[in-house]
């Protein structure tokens, strides 16, 4: 039974950090799986909890290289055969403390474009370091492979919804809610959001606006609502413990990114049943299919979305049945099964070599 370990830098909130434990309990029945936090005091419970028992966990703790330096140890311990690395400081780090070993690395990448230092730091590993790099999306593969990684070293592998949740028909209300979720950086363009939702609220007076997030724009979007006069239709929740709960009593999702991978918060509002309003960035193409699940609206173009999210307030019947397509896209693409089997399928891969 081959040897995997999964490495983290930290384990907190964060997509990319959800994703790697449901690829621990994906492989947890056919390999021996440990899941290693290089910074052990940064670590949410419910993650933790979230781990199979079959899981064996490792962290460590110290400084900066104190810690590399256990990683370094582990490795020469215990030999894993394959180690599979989530974000640039642990893909760094992964190749680093497997060098000289017969441990190969595979690293990660989880958005479609990443900034300037990260970009040359991961494209360097997946040239010199890495056995292979998986990235979630085919835009991201594309993008990369054209800017100074190794193309053929770059495994495309969807993310992984889990549990995905039976088809929950929404109920007829007075109020239509839009909701987003989301960090609060520029990535996300909360801007066009809410300028999107002020437009559609002037032909529809039933609509409302969820935002739920934290981050570093936070005064500026609670600005653009008062600028744009939606506060008295508009709730801004932060870090809020309810997200499972304000999307399932949410009716239309909206994503206004300007680059993603693969969106795990437009997946979260999938397996809530709901159409998705998104902008054709990362592979969003991939999850919300013009005319069937939602629509898709060039990024910035607050009008046209606008315009989408009054004919869906305007018109349940619609934001049923593209919800139950939403559901059905899920259950046929994004699986935990489809996900393991990728995932088994590139350790043979690696390990045959």
Same mark, same amino acid.
């Given at each position: 039974m081959p040897?995997?370990?999964?490495?983290?830098?930290?384990?907190?909130?964060?997509?990319?950090?959800?994703?790697?434990?449901?690829?621990?309990?994906?492989?947890?029945?056919?390999?021996?799986v440990a899941f290693i936090i290089l910074n052990g005091g940064k670590v949410h419970q419910k993650y933790i909890e979230m781990l199979s028992p079959e899981v064996n966990i490792v962290k460590f703790g110290g400084g900066r290289r104190e810690r590399i330096a256990q990683y370094r140890r582990y490795v020469k311990t215990t030999s894993p055969d394959?180690?599979?690395?989530y974000l640039t400081a642990a893909n760094f780090y992964s190749v680093m403390a497997a060098r000289g070993t017969s441990t190969k690395v595979i690293t990660g990448l989880r958005n479609s474009k990443l900034p300037l230092s990260k970009h040359i730091a991961d494209a360097l590993l997946s040239r010199w370091g890495a056995a292979a790099c998986v990235c979630n999306c085919e835009s991201g593969k594309r993008h990369f492979a054209a800017t100074g990684f190794k193309g053929s070293r770059i495994e495309v592998i969807p993310n992984c919804f889990?549990? &995905?949740?039976? %088809?929950? +028909?929404?109920?007829?209300?007075?109020?239509?809610?839009?909701?987003?979720?989301?960090?609060?950086?520029a990535q996300k363009d909360y801007r066009t959001a809410v300028k999107a939702v002020a437009e559609a609220s002037?032909?529809?007076?039933?609509?409302?606006?969820? &935002?739920?997030? %934290?981050? +570093?724009?936070?005064?500026?979007v609670r600005g653009w609502v008062d600028e744009e006069k939606i506060g008295g239709i508009t709730r801004i929740l932060i870090n809020s413990d309810r997200i499972a709960d304000e999307l399932r009593d949410a009716d239309i999702y909206l994503s206004t990114s300007l680059f993603e991978g693969i969106s795990?918060?437009?997946?979260?509002?999938m397996n809530a049943d709901m159409p998705v309003v998104a902008t054709p960035v990362g592979d969003n193409e991939a999850l919300v299919k013009d005319g069937v699940n939602g629509y898709i609206d060039a990024v910035g173009d607050y009008a046209a979305m606008g315009r989408h999210i009054a004919a869906l307030a305007d018109d349940i019947a619609l934001r049923r049945d593209m919800g139950r397509r939403s559901k059905e896209l899920l259950n046929e693409n994004f699986t935990k099964a489809l996900f393991a089997g990728r995932y088994n399928s590139l350790i043979t891969k690696i390990l045959d070599k």
């Open positions: 040897k995997i370990g999964i490495c983290v830098k930290n384990l907190t909130s964060g997509g990319a950090e959800k994703q790697a434990v449901l690829l621990a309990n994906s492989l947890a029945p056919c390999h021996q394959l180690i599979f690395s889990d549990p &995905i949740d039976d %088809y929950r +028909e929404k109920p007829v209300r007075d109020t239509v809610n839009v909701i987003t979720v989301g960090r609060f950086v002037r032909k529809c007076p039933q609509l409302r606006f969820t &935002i739920i997030g %934290y981050g +570093e724009l936070e005064n500026q795990n918060s437009i997946m979260e509002g």
